[in-house]
């Protein structure tokens, strides 16, 4: 067989996925930003602009495919990686500012966030990493190595304040998650985002009666007493939700200088802690208790520390975006602004649409950065809920066919990288509408193939392409 | 394998879940919730733009130099639009039927584009059209008025010192944040350099309109809405008055005027003739390109754009540079016959008493005695070689401001030149120049390359005795955030002792009977010390030029003026910046200097120039 043969076994589907997506996402910054008179290739126009980075990027991806040999990832992975770091502490030194974070270098006219090309650099190390045999992750050498092949560019760009960018390594847990790290930890996770959330919402106590009775329930379940566990929860839940009543009776507030969420902490580790240490004198080989009573004593801990990391850690804007998020505040002219605009923008859409170029909120610019973050403003406007629906649905079948191929594959570094490929656009997609609709707080990041910016189609095209170009070596095998 | 198969259908099952939520809201916000409502076919949202007031400037005294008045763009709603007179129309707004129908035409071409959506019909439509057209306005469904200010000038004084507005351009947004089509920005003079504090913000109001298209009511009771914030006044240095004055002066001459308080560095007056009249300012599109292919290059601030050899006014500083190198003493006396001769070089000087002191050089400007002086500066024996002692020179050149930006807050400000060592060496060969070879800077000749705001800088530090505050002309009330760079002193490197000696030089030469450069301009009443200037330059006729200050004690003003192409300092230089004085020290023009101020409101000097 002849190479040509090969390339029939190319991935056209990912490949149509993609040019659909990145089609219909020039048409609607084109759309956004259109004026009187306007054409589609007027170069001093951010449609025009995108149109060239269009070009540029289907060109890579092609040379991708055709010309760069795939050996070469894994065997330059980790020199690549390096370099990256090399560029992104460069960032930190001779960046230029934009908005308020330090991310963009300036070469020649040209300006780039490094940050977006380092998901692809660290998918490669990951895959180079995990893919190696014998990578374990019961090995605790194995997954602190993993740990730190992605904290590395995280730091770093936390430190460029590029926080949103950051966010989205936090999705190479899934890819941990695939290749053998306990689920516990992903559950862990949403939990702590949920206990963070009703801690400041509401108020440690009710995070911390919300995490007793979740942590009681679990214990029962696992000993396999789910209606004896029930009971058991709601009476200790509910007897400690009066417990601030009792603590503010007259004669018993007198001698209590602790308030009532102090009071259920202390109580609750002391009990942990003492169960803990009965355990091991007694050399109890329960491992799934051990588990349960220490994260008893971290999440009380966290909880504690919501307001420290909310008004320490956080940067003003942050903490404004997500009082407003949480309803904490009312800001529609301020911070609330943006996701406002966005929801009348969406919301107007309707069912079909308003149709092409019809959209009205886009004409004056209420709706900021329409054609970068914000670009699914245009979409819900202008092609309404069908048309929303469209793009998510084309993004689902996009992940699920890129997580099918890669568990497909024989060989664990494409399969990783695949793991990871389909981690970052799901973190992008989801992060990115998510804030459009008002479903999470308003965090800077672009929506893979649709928004404007050179920087990130051209990251997102070569690191799909990579993917499908690795995915294609499986048939070169089979044929040999 | 039967693991890890699962734990990709979990991660899948887990992707499917969160998109499901992520559609759910989706249908949520687009098609159950009331409050976004506004569907295509029915109600849509408009978004109505109210344009702040830019605000106005004023003078030193609080009286308005720009101002606003109401204007109108009348805006149409082509798909509103039923038929209408047409005659009647364009009766009302002066327009050319075909104007119409052209219009219409192009809004029928593009419908879809427009949609619901407003377009502008007409620009900056007066208050009396606008008065005819509300009267009317039943007549003519579809068509709006948007209230918009534009500039206006209650007296015509400024011209572009004042700088213009204009519609920004796509360069414009490219270059600088916050601003849309359609927006106003300041593109020149005052309106440029206090753009940030003029302009304002934009406000809108949004409105509901239903399936008819009309409007119904403000969308969420307004709280959406933003209302606009007016631009804040600014107050300049300016003296209204004295700027018409010297405008009045100024006309059909070439150059520029340029008067500051010495004790402040305020900018009372800064004229640039031939200017921009204030009635062409207002509508400057009109203008633009019969101002812009003027060959007397109207739009030039030459007060700070034009840099020229500033003549024998430089003769002050070379004699202060000479007294602090201890080459010089007040009491020196230099012999002159008709000029300076070495050699093969003579630089030519007219008819008066030899030999003279100091004073008596600055009192009759003798170009020889500054040959002296300057020679002896650079072939001063403390210094390894005549480079390092022009170097030195050239240190005490720039102390004074000269060949640097000063500073302003005038847009578009030049540095001039005081040429370098290093442009010398180029010329003749590395130290194979004399004090000889640049003997023309001793007379402020040669490379000098001196703005009037340079000059009139210069004079001002004389005035101090030895220090200048950078000139500036925005004023700053008793309470605003003070700009220190415009409050600071800066010394220049000769010592203050100096100064006085050439004060009374500059005394001597207006007050200073027969000899005096001046004298014929010396005003009753007031001590007023001047030096006249008259600098040779390629372009043809000597340029007059004049720099003054007084009283001479506590001096409150300090002027340049610099008159192109028109002969003798003391012709037409010194009576203008004298008026100038006097006009700002008494108010009025005295009824003997009156033949004076006549003569220069009449002069006629734009011939002299030559355009090409």
């Known amino acids: 067989m002849g190479t040509g043969s090969i390339y029939r076994k190319l991935d056209w589907k990912l490949i149509a996925y993609y040019l659909v997506l990145v089609v219909f996402g020039w048409l609607n910054i084109f759309s956004s930003v259109h004026a009187e008179n306007s054409i589609l290739f007027d170069f001093s126009q951010r449609y025009g602009m995108h149109f060239i980075w269009m070009c540029i990027s289907i060109a890579l991806a092609a040379a991708i495919i055709f010309i760069i040999p795939s050996k070469i990832y894994n065997a330059t992975a980790w020199i690549v990686y390096g370099l990256m770091i090399v560029l992104l502490l460069a960032t930190i030194v001779i960046g230029v500012e934009v908005k308020g974070s330090k991310s963009w270098i300036s070469l020649g006219g040209i300006q780039f966030q490094p940050a977006e090309f380092s998901k692809i650099t660290t998918s490669l190390a990951l895959a180079a990493l995990m893919g190696k045999y014998g990578f374990l992750f019961k090995r605790t050498d194995c997954w602190i190595k993993a740990c730190a092949t992605i904290g590395l560019p995280m730091l770093l760009i936390l430190l460029e304040k590029e926080t949103g960018s950051m966010l989205v390594y936090i999705g190479f847990l899934l890819v941990f998650f695939r290749e053998g790290m306990s689920g516990w930890f992903l559950l862990a996770g949403l939990f702590a985002v949920l206990e963070f959330i009703l801690g400041l919402v509401f108020s440690p106590f009710v995070a911390i009666l919300v995490l007793t009775g979740c942590f009681l329930l679990l214990y029962f379940i696992k000993q396999h007493q789910a209606p004896l566990g029930i009971i058991v929860t709601v009476v200790a839940v509910t007897f400690l939700a ?30 942990a802690l003492f169960f803990l240490a009965k355990d091991l004198v007694l050399r109890h080989k329960n491992q799934f208790l051990h588990f349960l009573l220490l994260s008893y004593i971290v999440f009380t801990g966290f909880i504690f520390s919501v307001q ?20 904490m505040k009312d800001d529609p002219k301020g911070v609330g602004y943006n996701v406002h605009q966005s929801l009348i923008a969406i919301g107007s859409g309707g069912l079909f649409g308003k149709g092409f170029m019809q959209g009205t909120q886009t004409r004056f610019d209420f709706v900021p950065e329409q054609t970068t973050d914000f670009i699914f403003c245009t979409i819900g406007e202008e092609w309404g809920f069908v048309g929303s629906l469209a793009v998510l649905v084309l993004y689902f079948l996009l992940l699920a066919r890129i997580l099918n191929k890669a568990e497909q594959n024989d060989d664990a570094f494409t399969r990783i990288y695949g793991y990871c490929v389909a981690s970052c656009l799901l973190m992008h997609i989801l992060i990115n509408i998510c804030m459009t609709i008002g479903l999470m707080p308003v965090i800077g990041i672009p929506l893979p193939f649709l928004s404007y910016g050179g920087s990130s189609l051209l990251a997102f095209t070569i690191l799909l392409f990579i993917f499908i170009r690795l995915d294609l070596d499986q048939w070169r095998y089979l044929k040999q | 394998m039967a693991l890890s198969i699962s734990r990709k259908n979990i991660l899948l099952a887990a992707i499917a879940i969160a998109f499901l939520a992520v559609i759910s809201r989706l249908f949520y916000v687009q098609i159950i919730e009331d409050k976004y409502r506004i569907n295509a076919e029915n109600n849509a949202l408009k978004y109505k733009i109210n344009y702040p007031a830019r605000g106005r400037i004023l003078d030193r005294n609080g009286e308005i130099i720009v101002d606003n008045k109401i204007i109108y763009d009348l805006e149409v709603v082509p798909i509103d639009v039923q038929p209408f007179d047409t005659l009647a129309f364009c009766e009302i707004f002066d327009l050319d039927p075909e104007f119409v129908k052209e219009r219409f035409d192009y809004y029928k071409r593009y419908r879809s584009r427009i949609g619901f959506g407003s377009v502008t019909f007409l620009k900056q439509v007066p208050g009396e059209m606008y008065d005819k057209f509300a009267e009317k306005s039943y007549m003519f469904p579809g068509f709006d008025a948007v209230v918009r200010t534009a500039r206006a000038y209650p007296v015509n004084s400024g011209g572009n010192l004042l700088g213009y507005i204009s519609e920004v351009d796509q360069n414009f947004l490219n270059t600088h944040e916050g601003y849309a089509m359609g927006d106003f920005a300041g593109k020149t003079g005052m309106e440029m350099a206090f753009e940030d504090r003029l302009k304002g913000e934009k406000g809108y109001e949004i409105f509901l309109r239903d399936a008819h298209n009309r409007i119904q009511e403000h969308y969420e009771d307004g709280i959406y809405d933003k209302e606009a914030v007016g631009g804040s006044d600014v107050m300049t240095t300016i003296d209204l008055h004295l700027q018409a004055y010297g405008q009045q002066l100024m006309q059909n001459k070439v ?20 200017g921009i009249d204030v009635s062409q300012l207002a509508e400057i599109n009109k203008y633009y390109s019969e101002l812009i292919n003027d060959p007397y290059k109207p739009m030039f601030n030459r007060a700070v754009q034009s840099a020229q050899p500033p003549g024998s006014v430089f003769k002050v500083v070379n004699g202060l540079i000479g007294l602090q190198e201890g080459v010089l003493t007040p009491d020196t006396k230099y012999p002159c016959h008709a000029g300076y001769s070495v050699g093969r070089v003579h630089l030519g000087c007219h008819n008066h008493v030899s030999p003279i002191d100091m004073y008596q050089s600055l009192m009759m400007s003798c170009n020889a005695y500054y040959c002296y002086v300057l020679r002896n500066i650079l072939d001063n024996s403390k210094y390894a070689s005549v480079g390092d002692a022009f170097d030195k020179w050239r240190e005490y050149v720039t102390s004074f401001g000269f060949g640097t930006k000063l500073g302003t807050d005038i847009p578009y400000e030049l540095a001039g030149n005081v040429p370098t060592r290093a442009y010398y060496d180029k010329i003749h060969g590395k130290d194979r120049w004399k004090s000889l070879s640049i003997i023309s800077l001793s007379i402020g000749q040669g490379e000098l390359g001196c703005t009037p705001l340079h000059l009139a800088n210069m004079c001002a530090t004389v005035a101090n005795r030895g220090y ?31 100064f006085p000696e050439v004060v009374k030089g500059m005394e001597l030469a207006v007050q200073g009977g027969p000899g005096a450069t001046a004298r014929s301009v010396a005003i009753p009443g007031i001590v007023m010390c001047g030096k006249t200037g008259t600098a040779q330059n390629p372009h043809g006729s000597d340029h007059s030029v004049f720099m003054c200050f007084a009283p001479k004690d506590n001096p409150k003003i300090a002027v340049v003026a610099y008159v192109e192409n028109a002969g003798f300092g003391a012709t037409w230089a010194a009576p203008i910046a004298s008026l100038l004085v006097e006009k700002y020290l008494n108010g009025e023009i005295c009824s003997e200097r009156k033949y004076l101020e006549q003569r220069m409101f009449e002069a006629n000097l734009l011939s002299r120039v030559k355009t090409k």
């Open chain 1, 242 to 271: 009066f417990l601030p009543k009792i603590l503010s009776i007259d004669a018993v507030a007198a001698k209590n200088p602790f308030s009532a969420d102090i009071w259920v902490a202390l109580a609750g580790c002391a009990a």
């Open chain 1, 308 to 327: 420290f990391i909310f008004n320490n850690v956080l940067q003003d804007h942050q903490r404004a975006r997500i009082e407003v998020l949480l309803g």
């Open chain 2, 255 to 274: 150059g520029s005027v340029v008067a500051i308080e010495p004790s402040t560095g305020e900018i009372l007056a800064m004229v640039s003739s031939p």
């Open chain 2, 468 to 498: 200048f505050y950078t000139p500036h002309y925005v004023k700053y009330n008793p309470g605003d955030e003070v700009d220190s760079t415009y409050t600071t002193r800066h010394y220049t490197m000769v010592d203050t002792t100096y």
